[in-house]
């Protein structure tokens, strides 16, 4: 029964630290759906002449995951010149064999940081198969190109807006992302 509170510990612990962007995703998820999933479902509506409530929740809810993405990966903005997350000095991790070196100093968080790099990007794995309908060669190329984009804005300091990088590029998470997203394809087939 200890191992399992110890866990419990570590999962919460983990999960306190993205409360405040989940947050931020839900209070933004109002403007977002009204700035883009109206013209989307006026778009499907006159493509196919009916809108069906499943396309609508999916469509709602493909934007509150955007927003969430966002919010996960990119938030909190630093603000200074210091502070938690701005990583003056740190060098990006290109070893894409890093995660091994992280689970054996960090043990369970480490693990859970490598499950939830995985986690977050089966949504849109799922979303690229059952509401885009692409095949996997293009899921894989969207969760790649998705990746890369996020991990170039944290590693360049969103696209120049900072004078340095607030957040670590690493390798791992591009590939543990990608993995994400190739299980959420395979999930919308099974599904």
């Known amino acids: 029964m200890v191992p399992f509170s110890i866990m419990g510990s570590v999962i919460n612990g983990y999960i306190a630290t993205f409360s405040e962007s989940f947050n931020v995703a839900v209070l933004v998820w109002p403007l977002l ?3 883009l999933s109206v013209p989307v479902l006026v778009g499907l509506y006159r493509r196919d002449g009916w809108l069906p409530l499943t396309t609508v929740f999916a469509v709602y809810a493909s934007i509150l995951y955007a927003a969430g993405l966002v919010c996960f ?8 010149d210091s502070g938690p997350g701005i990583t003056y000095g740190i060098p990006p991790i290109l070893d894409p064999l890093n995660f091994v070196h992280d689970i054996a100093e960090g043990g369970a968080r480490a693990v859970l940081q490598l499950l939830f790099n995985i986690v977050l990007f089966v949504p849109l794995g799922f979303i690229a198969r059952t509401l885009l309908k ?3 060669p293009l899921a894989l190329a969207l969760s790649f190109a998705a990746t890369c984009l996020i991990e170039t804005a944290q590693l360049t300091g969103l696209f120049g807006v900072y004078p340095f990088s607030y957040r670590t590029f690493d ?7 990608t993995l994400g997203g190739v299980i959420g394809w395979g999930w919308g087939i099974w599904l």
Not at 73 to 80: A, D, Q
Not at 171 to 177: E, K, R, W
Request: with cysteine; hydrophobic share 45%.
């Open 33 to 35: 759906s009204l700035l």
């Open 73 to 80: 990966t990119l938030y909190p903005l630093p603000t200074g």
């Open 134 to 136: 692409l095949r996997l």
């Open 171 to 177: 390798v791992d998470d591009i590939l543990c992302n």
